[in-house]
């Protein structure tokens, strides 16, 4: 069936770290792929995303590229700082027969630490 | 513009009671969806709106939930005879009609304690 698999957390890096949290899925169709972001106290909101296969999407220096041939949507940040400690949820929607559900990876927490 | 609302934030109850969770969604979103995301996990489809009629209701996990949208604006998923295990968030998210593609924007949602 339809799924996302993501990297387990909790991640904790220094400020200034580079940043990858692991996001790979299962999907029939050509799904949209998603990264939300739920700070503490606060709901989910969208990070960024991509429609199409090698589509790059980008938000607040996060990226995260859409790769078909690996089944991939990696989240990366050059440069972390404490104010992105989070949870992480990367996501897919539009695949075949579920168009408008989301379906949600388990999360990844991240602690940045000065 | 405003975002996604829903009310209560919380909500106590006790097992076997019935209770009420609204969402009001942002203004021309005709597309709604509930999602109930339990601790530690990922938010869990449940249902999905276009307009006034639920278009999937495939994540309702049993016969005690049921979702209206009578208006096609303001939604209310509506839980009979609660029991622990349905102690969640429950988040309300709402998109525009033909850009499901684009994203949905989620309420901050109603974190429900059963007793």
């Known amino acids: 069936g339809n799924s996302v698999t993501q990297m387990e957390g909790p991640v904790t890096l220094s400020e200034e770290a580079f940043l990858t949290i692991n996001c790979t899925y299962t999907?029939?169709?050509?799904?949209?792929l998603f990264w939300y972001v739920q700070y503490p106290g606060e709901g989910l909101q969208l990070l960024l995303k991509a429609t199409k296969a090698d589509d790059k999407g980008s938000n607040k220096g996060f990226e995260a590229t859409y790769r078909k041939e690996t089944t991939s949507f990696h989240l990366e940040k050059g440069s972390v700082q404490v104010s992105d400690s989070a949870v992480y949820f990367c996501?897919?929607?539009?695949?075949?027969?579920?168009?408008?559900?989301?379906?949600f990876g388990a999360g990844t927490r991240l602690a940045v630490h000065p | 513009g405003a975002g996604v609302s829903q009310t209560p934030s919380n909500k106590v109850t006790e097992k076997g009671k019935y209770v009420e969770l609204r969402c009001d969604p942002i203004?021309?979103?005709?597309?709604l969806y509930w999602y109930r995301q339990s601790l530690g996990q990922g938010p869990e489809f449940l249902i999905y709106?276009?307009?006034?009629?639920?278009?999937?209701d495939s994540g309702l996990p049993n016969d005690r939930f049921f979702a209206v949208r009578p208006e096609g604006s303001v939604s209310t998923l509506k839980i009979q005879r609660t029991e622990r295990g349905d102690s969640a968030v429950y988040l309300c998210?709402?998109?525009?009609?033909?850009?499901?593609?684009?994203?949905?924007?989620f309420g901050p949602g109603t974190r429900l304690t059963v007793l």
């Open positions: 996501a897919l929607s539009g695949f075949s027969g579920g168009y408008n559900k989301l379906i």
């Open positions: 999907a029939t169709g050509y799904p949209s």
């Open positions: 709106f276009q307009g006034t009629g639920a278009a999937d």
């Open positions: 203004s021309g979103h005709t597309a």
């Open positions: 998210a709402s998109s525009l009609a033909g850009r499901e593609r684009e994203g949905q924007f």
